[in-house]
């Protein structure tokens, strides 16, 4: 069975920063691609990153190129996202997501890290 | 690409039929997926290829649709299906676009 748990999230100020871990289970990690995707209290959800199965690639959404980065330990089955310069508008519970092997969809998604940034 | 999603809130008798839409600025062929989201629960991938149940879906969700034209259908509501459900598309990359959700409720 294919479990995603994240963690790292917490209460920020803004300008601080915050590293999230997502550690997988149940599948073959090294051949998959994974993602961060948000959501605002209250509002849809959000694509924030990809990152591919080796780690050569990554892409971010334009709202938070530059402040975040995306890297990933195959050896540990874990997934990581740097998030520098917290804003408050970064405020959301994030969630890592696998996509399949062949398609642009998330398979499997974790519960959630809830990540505050308030001053 | 934008997706728009319709209605934004869905009240549905239980036993009912749900209809849910999701249409796309430009067209996306057949790569649309519908996801299921509760709270404290991880979303739930429902649908991709437009039509493709996901491995241990039930059969009372269906999905069809192509181009720019989507709608997801909850067959016979039942209580657990009270959810927010959002389409994205898997067209382009990265994949980015996802609709603003319908929220589904029992009437």
């Known amino acids: 069975e294919v479990h995603l748990v994240e963690s790292g999230g917490g209460l920020a100020q803004p300008g601080d920063s915050l590293k999230l871990s997502c550690t997988a289970s149940g599948f073959d990690f090294g051949k998959s691609a994974i993602n961060w995707v948000r959501q605002a209290p209250g509002k849809g959800l959000e694509w924030v990153s990809t990152?591919?199965?080796?780690?050569?690639?990554?892409y971010y959404a334009d709202s938070v190129k530059g402040r975040f980065t995306i890297s990933r330990d195959n050896s540990k089955n874990e997934i990581y996202l740097q998030i520098d310069s917290l804003a408050v508008e970064d405020t959301a519970l994030y969630y890592c997501?696998?996509?399949?092997?062949?398609?642009?969809?998330?398979?499997?998604w974790g519960r959630g890290t809830l990540v505050t940034v308030s001053s | 690409i934008v997706l728009t999603q319709s209605p934004a809130t869905l009240s549905v008798s239980p036993g009912e039929r749900a209809t849910l839409s999701c249409r796309a600025s430009q067209t996306v062929s057949n790569k649309l997926a519908w996801y299921q989201c509760k709270p404290g629960q991880a979303p739930r991938l429902l649908i991709y290829d437009a039509s493709t149940r996901a491995t241990g879906i039930p059969d009372r969700f269906s999905g069809s649709g192509s181009g720019t034209e989507f709608t997801l259908t909850i067959g016979s509501l039942q209580s657990e299906d009270v959810a927010v459900y959002y389409c994205q598309q898997h067209n382009d990359w990265p994949p980015d676009t996802f609709g603003g959700g319908t929220k589904v409720e029992i009437k």
């Open positions: 990152i591919s199965a080796s780690g050569g690639t990554a």
């Open positions: 997501a696998k996509l399949p092997t062949i398609g642009g969809y998330f398979e499997y």
